[in-house]
């Protein structure tokens, strides 16, 4: 077991609440533990830099500004913006401004909750342009700049997900929004075993 992971997985996702008496017993801290290293008026400037350049908010978990990046501000290069963007997330920091970046864009979800909602949607609009019945190829990627789709789900690997999810039993427990869609994970996955 990987005991600093499985802390972090306590700490910060609320994991195993009920137990959370037991873990303060054994010395287990649950507020936080660290400081930012950033004034948040500066991590907002980096956003609005990150949006600039890719046009959305939704900042990959190891995204680090370059040193010499000259779309960002001197002062924010080198800023590890992905790290920040997933504590923020898990309410670790600037909890005051969630408000703000909301009203930004910024999507302050788990990014298996983001994940599940950009696939219900490619599979609605994949249903929308190509019908209820015909079933999504394993290798089919959302086409880039395709009005069929919104721009977040450009080069999304949805026959991939959807494998995943019918096959590997991928994202479990929102089997009910995957069915929702029109997902008969059976069926989509009977039918990828007959096609191979």
Not at 18 to 40: D, H, N
Not at 77 to 93: A, D, S
Not at 101 to 120: F, Q, T
Request: charged content about 30%; proline content about 5%.
């Amino acid at each position: 077991m990987k005991l600093g992971k499985a802390i972090c997985t306590v700490r910060n996702e609320g994991a195993y609440e009920a137990y959370r008496s037991r873990f303060e017993a054994l010395g287990l801290t649950f507020g936080r533990w660290k400081e930012p290293q950033y004034p948040f008026a500066l991590v907002r400037q980096a956003l609005e830099s990150f949006h600039g350049r890719y046009g959305h908010y939704e900042v990959p978990q190891t995204y680090v500004v370059a040193a010499d990046d000259a779309a960002y501000a001197e002062p924010v290069r080198g800023m590890k913006l992905g790290p920040i963007v997933k504590e923020i997330i898990h309410n670790e920091f600037y909890a005051e401004h969630r408000g703000e970046l909301e009203v930004m864009g910024v999507p302050l979800i788990p990014r298996k909750e983001l994940m599940v909602d950009r696939i219900c949607e490619a599979v609605r609009c994949y249903r929308r342009e190509y019908g209820e019945k015909k079933r999504i190829p394993h290798a089919y990627k959302v086409p880039e700049e395709s009005l069929s789709y919104p721009r977040e789900l450009w080069g999304l690997a949805l026959g991939r997900a959807v494998y995943d999810i019918c096959k590997r039993g991928d994202y479990a427990d929102y089997r009910d929004r995957f069915e929702a869609v029109g997902l008969n994970i059976e069926t989509s996955a009977d039918e990828k075993e007959a096609s191979s």
